[in-house]
């Protein structure tokens, strides 16, 4: 079997409201999806989410990438050979982990595919069937985010909410966190994510405050070249600390790792690089003693079951996840739905990522040149 074609499109989808973070608000979400084909007739598939200005890559940028730099170098290759993959990418260009993660996503999808199981028998199998799921509160309005998070209560799809800080006046910020977790009290875990929109000093006085008023986590408070700040602030507060954007290759794990910055790690298949490098990072959270977390880049259907049988393949992922992106995204390009219940979600089992791709979907919300 060897790899026939690779091919991308760009999509924009749809969201319930305008999502903000410190970076960026997000009106409607792009994906790439990757095609992968091969020489006997198999087909599979890799999404790409991004969030705009979390990292380097663009979505033209991803899809130039993979179409002009690395599948001419992938073709005629066999799929199934992950690191003979993954080396040849990284000696055809550096970097550019989001482009090289779509693809060795839709290796991974092809090759269960063939053998009728899901992605997670590839990695040894499910460590949990089920997730506990985390909805981002981003109306950054209390009295908004107050209703979405009873609502979502009610309807016993979340009892985990991270709320967006780190843009504008740290005091309102703080503000907002706390008057959100007075209002839920102990029927949710509430947790912040700064988004390294916060220096150190400004750092240490909102920590103080969000761990007297009761949230249970803060995600990368400083800019994420900072280690020693992220170190220190690890120390000083019992609250857990956790690193996002800082850490995104296996070096910076093990960085972080030996130094102690951060209680814990936000893991994200398309920031590490795919599959076999967010579990190296895991691995070496797993032998640190750091306790996990899946984040999100407000995946579709097909993304999410990537992340999830990742995820729930690890051992430590002490925090849940957040993959909330198929109820974020009033459409899809997937022919299915992720399932939810009872504040979890439950790891899809079908071939492959167990999704297939709606074409008429593809068409109608591919990005025009």
Known sequence: MKIDSLTTVIVDLPVARPHKLAMAT????????????????????????IIPHYGEESPEAVKATIDHVLAPHLLGQDPRNIGSLLHRMDQAI???????????MACHDVSARILGVPVSSLLGGLVRA??????????????KDVDEAEARLAARTHRLFLVKIGHGDPAENVDRALAI???LGDRASVRVDVNQGWDESTASWGIERLQDGGIDAIEQPVPRWNLPAMQRLAE?????IMADEAVATPDEALAYARHGGADAF???????GGIARTRQVAAIAEAAGISLFGGTMIEGAIGTSASAQ?????ARLAW????????????????????????????PTGPGFGFEVDEEKVAHYARRA
């Open 130 to 143: 089920r997730l506990p799921v985390l909805w981002v509160l981003g109306n950054g309005e209390i009295t």
């Open 26 to 49: 997000i009106h409607r979400h792009s994906l790439v999806l990757v095609r992968l084909r091969t020489s006997d007739g198999a087909m599979g598939i890799g999404e790409i989410a």
């Open 310 to 314: 990742v995820f729930a393949s690890v």
């Open 181 to 183: 977790k007075r209002a």
């Open 236 to 240: 000083r507060f019992a609250v857990p």
């Open 320 to 347: 849940g996840c957040q993959l909330f992106g198929p109820q974020l995204l009033t459409d899809d390009i997937a022919v299915g739905s992720v399932v939810y219940e009872d504040f979890e979600l439950v790891v």
């Open 266 to 272: 936000s893991i994200k298949l398309t920031k590490h």
């Open 94 to 104: 550096k970097g550019n982990a989001y482009a090289k993660a779509g693809i060795e």
